[in-house]
């Protein structure tokens, strides 16, 4: 098993950055596919980034693609998500997730994550 925190969220102009971090807890970190989705208020929870547990591929939601890195870092079991370029469409609670496989590919449906952080919220004003 493995519990998620996340960090980092805040408010931002359009056009600045933030830097969200999750940190999770478990001696088995690197067993793990990690992911960032989101949820904007009244829309669905949408995929946003994810990592391969050996971090080297990493996949994005086109509307992010450019904009945003992912990565990991597992000796300190955590994963980063740079966001640079927001804008308004950015704004929405980020949540980290997680599930067991050491693949090289990252599901981007949610259904697949086995655990999930209570989410930082990221709000960019125009």
């Known amino acids: 098993q493995v519990q998620l925190v996340e960090s980092g969220g805040g408010l931002v102009q359009a056009g600045g950055s933030l830097t969200l971090s999750c940190a999770a807890s478990g001696r088995t970190f690197s067993s793990y596919t990690m992911g960032w989705f989101r949820q904007a208020p009244g829309k669905e929870r949408e995929f946003v980034a994810g990592v391969t547990w050996s971090g080297l591929r990493t996949y994005y939601a086109d509307s992010v693609k450019g904009r945003f890195t992912i990565s990991r870092d597992n000796a300190k079991n955590t994963v980063t998500l740079r966001m640079n370029s927001l804008n308004p469409e950015d704004t929405a609670v980020y949540h980290c997730?997680?599930?067991?496989?050491?693949?090289?590919?990252?599901?981007?449906?949610?259904?697949?994550?086995?655990?999930w952080g209570q989410g930082t919220h990221v709000t960019v004003s125009s």
């Open positions: 997730a997680a599930y067991a496989a050491r693949t090289l590919s990252v599901a981007t449906n949610d259904d697949r994550y086995d655990y």
